[in-house]
Structures are given as structure tokens and as C-alpha cells.
């Protein structure tokens, strides 16, 4: 059976972004407030599947503005980045692809 979280991006009351991550095998959840903390719940929900996770769906509720996405988009890169930099190789699939051609 896959292992799927699903990764919802919504605004808070005050217009301030979060990411609720939800596993769909049991339905627990953890509200992130920054990608540090995504990292870390990421972390502890795969901890019951070993550490594999087979893929994150990624939502966002329809009244987020574009421009909070590509925020996202670019905290997401830089933390990729510092990763690979650390473990010295790409960690997804499409960073490898890119690095081969």
C-alpha cells in the first residue's frame, strides 16, 4: 500500500500562510507554520512507514494568491538545495534528471 500525504495550503485568519499535512493511511494531520516545522512533521508521520513516503500531493485552498505559492515554492528550493548540498547528491528525481542532461 502507498504511503500519501497530502501537503493543503491555506491562509490563516490574518492572511499568513500554513500547510496542513495530512497522512491519508490514518488521517492524523500537523499544521506547519514554517518549512522547518513541515520538514519535522514530514519526518514524524513517514517515521511510522519507515522513513518511506511515496509522494506528497500538494493542494492549496482557493483563496491563496499566487505570489504566497512561488513563496513557498522558492523556502522549498533553498531547503532542497542546502540538502543536496550536505548529502552531496540530488535527493529527487527531477533534480538528477536535470543534473544528466
Not at 78 to 93: D, L, M, Q, S, V
Request: glycine fraction near 4%.
Amino acid at each position: 500500500m502507498a504511503v500519501i500525504f497530502n501537503a493543503t495550503i491555506k491562509l490563516d485568519d490574518n492572511n499568513t500562510w500554513f500547510i496542513e499535512l495530512k497522512d491519508e493511511m490514518d488521517g492524523r494531520s500537523e499544521i506547519c507554520f514554517d518549512m522547518d516545522e513541515f520538514e519535522k512533521n514530514i519526518e514524524k508521520l513517514g517515521a511510522d512507514y519507515g522513513g518511506h513516503i511515496d509522494e506528497v500531493k500538494w493542494f492549496k485552498d482557493e483563496n491563496v494568491p499566487p505570489f504566497v505559492i512561488d513563496e513557498i515554492r522558492v523556502i522549498m528550493a533553498e531547503h532542497r538545495a542546502k540538502i543536496e548540498e550536505e548529502r552531496g547528491e540530488p535527493i529527487t528525481p527531477v533534480a538528477q534528471k536535470r543534473e544528466e542532461n
